[in-house]
């Protein structure tokens, strides 16, 4: 059965970028579209963007000029880059797997929270 | 964007109670809705797609209608476990996929 997990630090500065990686286990990357959401504390969900196995990208415009998704089939891993970060930005940070069967986020990782204070 | 407007933004309930949560999109979206379930501290987790579809694994007093702009997910009996955080997302066309604020399910 697939599983994600996010890793990466969970407290980082104003102005700096977010680095988070979601590790893919129990299955391939390749097929299906991987995903980043977020959810500032006691606030509803936001799509951040996907890629697709390929490298193909698709991000929220709120947040394109700030995000970067990339892929390494090899580690079976996708990561996430969020620069020039505020506090706004602090949220538990999920990877979700995206399927075109059902069109609809249905593998979640547990999520991790990262916190931008100085 | 496609904006999601779910209602209520909460309620009470007690086991055993029928609850029905409504999610409208700002324009027209097809059947392209889901419903997820959070609980507190977890991640969210599918309960239908594609409006109407149960989700493998999901109990069946869990159901979802409606097309165009309005839906609605029923829960048919209300368990303990039920009560939680439910949002709707929409899934039509191009990104962005956005979700509804959510509505959360409370012991009356």
């Known amino acids: 059965q697939v599983q994600l997990q996010e890793s990466g630090p969970g407290l980082v500065k104003p102005s700096e970028t977010l680095s988070l990686t979601c590790t893919v286990s129990?299955?391939?990357?390749?097929?299906?579209?991987w995903t980043w959401i977020r959810q500032p504390p006691g606030k509803g969900l936001e799509w951040i963007g996907y890629?697709?196995?390929?490298?193909?990208?698709n991000y929220n415009p709120s947040l394109k000029s700030r995000v970067t998704i990339s892929v390494d089939r090899s580690k079976n891993q996708f990561s996430l880059k969020l620069s020039s970060v505020t506090a706004a930005d602090t949220a538990v940070y999920y990877c979700?797997?995206?399927?075109?069967?059902?069109?609809?986020?249905?593998?979640w990782g547990q999520g991790t929270v990262v916190t931008v204070s100085s | 964007d496609i904006q999601m407007t779910q209602s209520p933004s909460s309620l009470s309930a007690s086991v055993g109670d029928r609850v029905t949560i409504t999610c409208r999109a700002s324009?027209?979206?097809?059947?392209?809705l889901n419903w997820y379930q959070q609980k507190p501290g977890k991640a969210p987790k599918l309960l239908i797609y594609?409006?109407?579809s149960l989700q493998s694994g999901v109990p069946s007093r869990f159901s979802g209608s409606g097309s165009g702009t309005d839906f609605t997910l029923t829960i048919s009996s209300l368990q303990v476990e039920d009560f939680a955080t439910y949002y709707c997302?929409?899934?039509?066309?191009?990104?962005?996929?956005?979700f509804g604020q959510g509505t959360k399910v409370e012991i009356k």
């Open positions: 324009q027209s979206i097809s059947r392209y």
């Open positions: 129990g299955g391939s990357i390749s097929t299906y579209y």
């Open positions: 594609g409006a109407s």
């Open positions: 979700v797997r995206w399927t075109v069967v059902t069109d609809a986020f249905d593998i």
């Open positions: 997302q929409q899934s039509y066309s191009t990104p962005p996929w956005t």
């Open positions: 890629i697709y196995y390929t490298g193909s990208t």
